[in-house]
């Protein structure tokens, strides 16, 4: 899959053993890092679409930390060499990734399988309570070439 | 409760929603935060006890992001205040906390309530696989005063 101009994805280590697991998340030696804003967490219960949104500012990476959740990125951008493209990732604790998301660039998500999915997202800057970057538009908006919906077959 | 010298709690806002939840979990503004070396998740299965250990340089960030866990902390310092010190916290979903852990305070943690609990930790340093700065003693050590037994009553 061609990844749209500026994402950045990387298969992370999982290592499960009789306790557990422990997985490394992102570190600041990764060329994905730039800088740290802070960390939250965000829950998706199952049939929840949390989309779509994007920053002016912000890069948000995304790991997936329990569950699976589907990732869907758009690409609005008129100075991008991938303009209009869609990408859509699957991942969670089947499929361990790192997904670094550009500023401009729409993107959502929804959980898989039937069960809660938790991401965990360390973007570049702080959340701003008074003057969120964070720009919506409806889940199934019609400029958006995508739906969410499980094609069947 | 007293707190061991140099350790931090803050308890941290949950917001539930009709489509999951949402919580921030370390902010470079506030004044917990240090510095940024990595975030790691480790997780623990019902009934594991993953203690204890100390780090000489790091200072931890701990969030139990999902389920329930039982944190431990017992300062050994020869010039700490609070010298033999033990402090219990029970943190999780029901009660969301981040818990600030000094270098050369053991540390050590188990799930509670018979799930999973998975633990965000935001060390200040990288985790260096060659020379890992962590020490670790059984969890069951006699040195150290504290049993991870439930307390029925």
Chains 1, 2 share one sequence.
């Not at 609005?76 to 500023?103: A, Q, W, Y």
Request: hydrophobic share 35%; charged share 20%; glycine share 8%.
């Amino acid at each position: 899959m061609q990844l749209i101009h500026g994402v950045q994805v990387k298969k992370l280590r999982l290592i499960p053993d009789d306790r557990g697991f422990l997985m490394e998340c992102l570190r600041s030696d990764w060329p994905e890092f730039t800088k740290f804003g802070q960390a939250y967490v965000t829950a998706c219960y199952p049939g929840v679409i949390k989309a779509w949104h994007y920053h002016k500012v912000q890069w948000d990476h995304f790991v997936c930390i329990y569950g699976m959740a589907k990732v869907a990125l758009y690409d609005p951008r008129e100075d991008s060499p991938t303009r209009g493209m869609v990408n859509v990732f699957h991942i969670g604790l089947l499929n361990p990734c790192l997904i670094k998301i550009p500023p401009r660039v729409y993107h959502g998500f929804t959980s898989e399988g039937g069960q809660l999915a938790l991401i965990l997202n360390i973007p570049t800057e702080l959340y701003n309570y008074e003057e969120p970057d964070e720009y919506r538009v409806p889940y199934n908006d019609p400029s958006i070439p995508f739906s969410w919906e499980v094609k069947h077959g």
